[in-house]
């Protein structure tokens, strides 16, 4: 069980580490994606493929300006950023018990020590009176 919780963790570090800034839901534009490449297809009658495709919007700022309305809509294209947080917390299993031994700690001498100001000022004393007339 152990080993597939950090299993679970580590694929779930390794995609957070290739998605920053809520890339997750970018992946949630992946239709739009698709639906953008087949209108390259059907209406600009571009006889290109997918990894020209992404060349083209990806790596060609030509295009990217010359369609913006259009590519805003792409994943990785829009300049929103979020800030999310994840919290994991872990708890032990129900049947875990817990088991505390006290042990008696040996007793440590200890030394009074007193510390006399060599200075003395009464100026720290004088804020608190009140005022007078």
Do not use: C
Not at 45 to 66: A, G, M, N, R, S
């Amino acid at each position: 069980m152990k080993k597939f919780f950090a299993l679970v963790l580590s694929l779930h570090f390794l995609a957070i580490s290739f998605l920053p800034n809520d890339g997750v839901l970018e992946l949630f534009k992946v239709s739009h994606l698709i639906k953008h490449f087949t209108h390259h297809q059907v209406v600009h009658q571009e006889d290109i493929d997918f990894l020209e495709f992404l060349t083209l919007h990806y790596l060609d700022p030509v295009h990217q300006q010359k369609d913006a309305h259009e590519h805003t809509d792409l994943p990785f294209q829009s300049s929103v950023q979020h800030i999310s947080h994840v919290h994991f917390v872990f708890l032990p299993p129900p049947s875990f018990a817990w088991s505390m031994e006290w042990e008696d700690f040996p007793t440590i001498k200890s030394y009074k020590t007193t510390y006399q100001e060599s200075y003395f000022s009464a100026f720290h004393l004088s804020i608190w009176q009140p005022p007078r007339v």
